[in-house]
């Protein structure tokens, strides 16, 4: 095993930033742009919970920056880069996080540093005894008092998702079903595509300013859409209205569901999408779509917001509750 | 167990900041003073690495948040907030993190975190297959280009040290040979001293002002001073000449020297020491030990900075390289 001073700088002060002082320093240095708050989001991943232990590298790598860069963009936050801390299964433990594992990982997590402006800045490296664990803060900018919350969403607001929902719930049953040797009848495109959604989430980044300009609230759908928009709805203390027949779902989602029912469940209510659910006033909502239209992202019109004290009602294209 | 929701509701909305949005957004907020920049540190902690499982659970919170808040006194930056990763073991692991251990736990990080005038502003909760594993990033503002570095010493500057060195270090020691009942004859008195100063560390936070008024470098001494004092100066390629009988050792650890001299070598090498290493231009010397002395903080000159190229010598009260 390397000594943490090389793996450093072998591994991950290539792929970081210049706040991040070569990673020599004792700490980071930030100066948000004048006159713009900084958003600060923390997701932590353990190895088996979160993802598998043997998932390539390079996905855990990229998963990890993926989900905290999603929690940026749901809040309007155009990124500034990001701390990691690693905590690496000691030799013992049967894992194997050599130096080819190390590389890979950062090589993951680098390229979507890269690609999403978000630099390491810092961070720190610890053995531990059990599996991989991980734990990203990432840091973000708005300006001042512009941060889309995930409360304010007022009766009358359109909701949105961007992208399609549950792929990465189905793709995780797969992977599961695999591991069992129950592969399902899908055909290995569709199949692939689901456990890519799974393995290599797309935070949505390009939302922040549309969110910052036309949201009245927004939050990224990690724990499953059903769930994640009852916790936006109460705390404004708000009902809704949602469409079934509206929520986009992939074409490899339909072919799964056409496979088994069960999995328009896994959909609803699975996690890990990383898509967006925003609150948007009425007036608001055509120039919303028009904006996540040129810039290249698809959104799609749910349900209404209703008023205080309504229930969450998920509705059949007939018009009668599920 | 509670719901991560109820959790944090419970044990972790008490201690939260206002950035913290009472910890129900996605994300915190933070606005670092006008002219400021943020400095940003990230320490991780696992069970039986940094501390043992059976600690009292308010030292572990105390801890996590201690050596974070020892980073930002170093770096001359003055305390903003912080925000929690913490990975839970799932019950089969054994380790019992009950209502009580969590409330005793948040009790500990809470204290400190008020203390300091540090507030907790957000954070993550995930369940892990492993033991227990912390990472806290806190966050401190410095004004403007004025972190101090832990790469700036210069030749001629001389070498301070906060509190007394090696204690934690022999604590943990006392510890292990508990576990092992192989308890040292130390007084109950000593021992207790030695073993808290390993379990609770005391950031210095009262000198990052006048570290920023007097420093070329700092660092806090966590790896141990040796190791430490070599980080720093292999940084800015100087050596040093420190006066071994200048180091500053407790009443306690100088007991536990005369019951076995081999703990003079784990005082200069252990490591936990949590005091903070500054090399001070010559001119602001005195300046700088008596500003810390108005402050309360007990500093000790332990050395001078040669020039480049230099060793680093430990040097006997007779001249002579040790």
Redesign the interface.
């Known amino acids: 095993m390397l000594s943490e001073f090389d793996l450093i700088a072998r591994h991950f002060a290539p792929i970081a930033g210049e706040a991040g002082?070569g990673l020599?320093?004792?700490?980071?240095?930030?100066?948000?742009p004048v006159g713009h708050?900084?958003?600060?989001?923390?997701?932590?991943?353990?190895?088996?919970?979160?993802f598998f232990a043997d998932d390539p590298p390079a996905t855990i790598g990229h998963k990890a920056l993926a989900v905290n860069l999603s929690?940026?963009a749901?809040?309007g936050?155009d990124p500034l880069g990001f701390?990691?801390?690693?905590?690496l299964?000691a030799q013992k433990s049967g894992m194997r996080l050599d130096d080819d594992w190390l590389a890979a990982f950062a090589g993951g997590l680098g390229a979507l540093a890269k690609s999403a402006a978000c630099p390491l800045?810092?961070?720190?490296?610890?053995?531990?005894?059990?599996?991989l664990?991980l734990?990203i803060?990432a840091?973000?900018s708005v300006p001042?008092g512009r941060?889309v919350?995930?409360?304010g969403a007022k009766p009358g607001d359109r909701l949105f998702v961007t992208g399609t929902i549950g792929d990465a719930a189905i793709g995780l049953q797969l992977r599961l079903a695999e591991k069992q040797d129950k592969a399902l009848q899908l055909s290995a495109d569709h199949g692939h595509f689901l456990h890519e959604r799974y393995l290599r989430p797309r935070p949505r980044n390009a939302i922040a300013a549309i969110l910052r300009g036309h949201a009245h609230a927004a939050?990224?759908i990690s724990d499953g859409f059903a769930g994640d928009l009852a916790k936006m709805l109460r705390?404004a203390n708000v009902g809704a209205d949602v469409l079934l027949d509206n929520i986009p779902h992939s074409v490899a989602a339909r072919a799964a569901f056409r496979h088994d029912p069960e999995f328009r469940e896994t959909a609803l209510t699975g996690g890990d999408d990383y898509e967006v659910l925003a609150a948007v006033p009425e007036a608001k909502a055509k120039a919303f779509a028009t904006a996540c239209l040129k810039a290249g992202l698809a959104v799609t019109q749910v349900g209404t917001v209703l008023s205080e004290q309504a229930p969450i009602r998920f509705l059949e294209a007939d018009g009668k509750p599920r």
């Open positions: 002082l020599l320093d004792d700490a980071a240095l930030l100066r948000p708050d900084l958003v600060i989001t923390t997701d932590a991943l353990a190895a088996d919970v979160h929690d940026l749901a809040k936050a701390v990691l801390a690693l905590m299964p800045i810092g961070g720190d490296t610890v053995s531990t005894g059990g599996p664990g734990s803060t840091f973000g001042a941060m919350r995930r409360s939050m990224d705390l």
